[in-house]
């Protein structure tokens, strides 16, 4: 058994749970537990390139994908760490090019892949749990609700609840809590039920905050709604409340930072996210693009500049087919 391990994670629900149940496989704490954005996979992976085999025998991935500029600096920075004797696994339900499975794989990594489940679903299947006295019910649950929510197929009733409970914008601090509670075998406490109340009162607010916001514009019969991001609202959520009154073909709810999140029912939002430097799934994807200064200049008077330049980008990615 590894006794000293590491944690990196997405900073979603889907992150927390795949984290926590591998706590929970192991029962055992990692040294240190991580939480990042696909965008960033770079920069955190350089953060750990020089770490020694006497800090962490072992380092383990869940619920982060790759994209083409993200692929080879990544496999070479694990490739250096596994020459230390550093085991690593990778557990991730996104889609992966086949060279970049290969290259994984060639490198030493324990890769483990499944799209027919969360990330959390993943970890379930695959990783192999260090404890004997294992609540299969618990486990069904956690991978059930959370699934739910992060592949948006609702079809457990924990699935709106484990969506909200954890979100991008959250501190750090109250991933860890979530993720200290879940990983030792709770599924549910009084606290997780008051954090959602809460944020559900918020959120019949922000609904009303959009509306005035949206851009509806088209390209090639491609309907394309955009939005401003609002830090009381999943992107998810938002999405569907676009989607559905707009009858748009694709919603895009844009940060003021850049981060753009893509929402789908038939369009393929995970090739739109790619081309501009990001990735995901089908029909739920992202991306993070440079604001350029001039428009950073804009938003001094005009606070939603952004929204149209952000239309310009996309428009011009699916301009090209």
Same mark, same amino acid.
């Given at each position: 058994?590894?006794?000293?391990?590491?944690?990196?994670?997405?900073?979603?629900?889907?992150?927390?749970?795949?984290?926590?149940? +591998?706590?929970?496989?192991?029962?055992?704490?990692? =040294?240190?537990? !991580?939480?990042?954005?696909? @965008?960033?996979? *770079?920069?955190? !992976?350089?953060?750990?390139?020089? %770490?020694?085999?006497?800090?962490?025998? *072992?380092?383990?991935?869940?619920?982060? $994908?790759?994209?083409?500029?993200?692929?080879?600096?990544?496999?070479?920075?694990?490739?250096?760490?596994?020459?230390?004797?550093?085991?690593?696994?990778?557990?991730?339900?996104?889609?992966?090019?086949?060279?970049? =499975?290969?290259?994984?794989?060639?490198? $030493?990594?324990?890769? @483990?892949?499944?799209?027919?489940?969360?990330?959390?679903?993943?970890?379930?299947?695959?990783?192999?749990?260090?404890?004997?006295?294992?609540?299969? #019910?618990?486990?069904?649950?956690? /991978?059930?609700?959370?699934?739910?929510?992060?592949?948006?197929?609702?079809?457990?009733?924990?699935?709106?609840?484990?969506?909200?409970? =954890?979100?991008?914008? #959250?501190?750090?601090?109250?991933?860890?809590? !979530?993720?200290?509670?879940?990983?030792?075998? /709770?599924?549910?406490?009084?606290?997780?039920?008051?954090?959602?109340? +809460?944020?559900?009162?918020?959120?019949?607010?922000? @609904?009303?905050?959009?509306?005035?916001?949206?851009?509806?514009?088209?390209?090639?019969?491609?309907? /394309?709604? %955009?939005?401003?991001?609002?830090?009381?609202?999943?992107?998810?959520? =938002?999405?569907? @409340?676009?989607?559905?009154?707009?009858?748009?073909?694709?919603?895009?709810?844009?940060?003021?930072? $850049?981060?753009?999140?893509?929402?789908?029912?038939?369009?393929?939002?995970? #090739?739109?996210?790619?081309?501009? $430097?990001?990735?995901?799934?089908?029909?739920?994807?992202?991306?993070?693009?440079? %604001?350029?200064?001039?428009?950073?200049?804009?938003?001094?008077?005009?606070?939603?500049?952004?929204?149209?330049?952000?239309?310009?980008?996309?428009?011009?990615?699916?301009?090209?087919?």
């Amino acid at each position: 058994m590894t006794d000293k391990y590491m944690i990196i994670t997405h900073t979603d629900m889907d992150g927390v749970g795949s984290a926590s149940l +591998y706590i929970y496989y192991m029962n055992k704490d990692p =040294v240190r537990i !991580v939480f990042t954005e696909p @965008y960033f996979i *770079k920069n955190t !992976v350089n953060m750990i390139r020089d %770490i020694s085999k006497d800090y962490v025998e *072992k380092i383990v991935f869940t619920d982060l $994908g790759l994209n083409p500029s993200t692929y080879e600096y990544v496999v070479e920075a694990l490739r250096i760490l596994v020459d230390k004797g550093i085991h690593i696994e990778w557990y991730d339900h996104h889609i992966w090019d086949d060279l970049w =499975v290969k290259g994984f794989r060639e490198a $030493g990594i324990e890769l @483990y892949l499944d799209q027919t489940t969360c990330a959390t679903g993943v970890v379930a299947k695959y990783a192999k749990p260090q404890r004997r006295d294992l609540d299969r #019910e618990f486990i069904q649950e956690l /991978v059930a609700g959370v699934c739910a929510g992060d592949l948006w197929r609702f079809d457990h009733w924990r699935g709106p609840w484990f969506l909200r409970l =954890v979100r991008r914008r #959250e501190s750090n601090k109250w991933r860890l809590h !979530v993720l200290k509670i879940l990983s030792k075998g /709770v599924i549910w406490c009084k606290e997780f039920t008051d954090n959602i109340l +809460y944020k559900l009162e918020r959120e019949l607010e922000g @609904y009303n905050r959009i509306s005035d916001k949206l851009i509806l514009t088209s390209i090639n019969g491609i309907g /394309v709604a %955009i939005v401003p991001a609002v830090n009381v609202l999943d992107s998810s959520f =938002v999405a569907a @409340y676009i989607l559905g009154r707009t009858g748009a073909d694709i919603a895009v709810i844009a940060s003021k930072d $850049g981060k753009l999140s893509f929402r789908s029912r038939d369009f393929n939002v995970r #090739e739109l996210a790619v081309r501009l $430097g990001g990735g995901g799934h089908p029909r739920a994807a992202g991306a993070k693009i440079e %604001i350029p200064f001039r428009i950073r200049i804009k938003m001094l008077f005009n606070n939603d500049a952004y929204l149209d330049y952000v239309k310009e980008r996309v428009l011009d990615v699916l301009k090209q087919g």
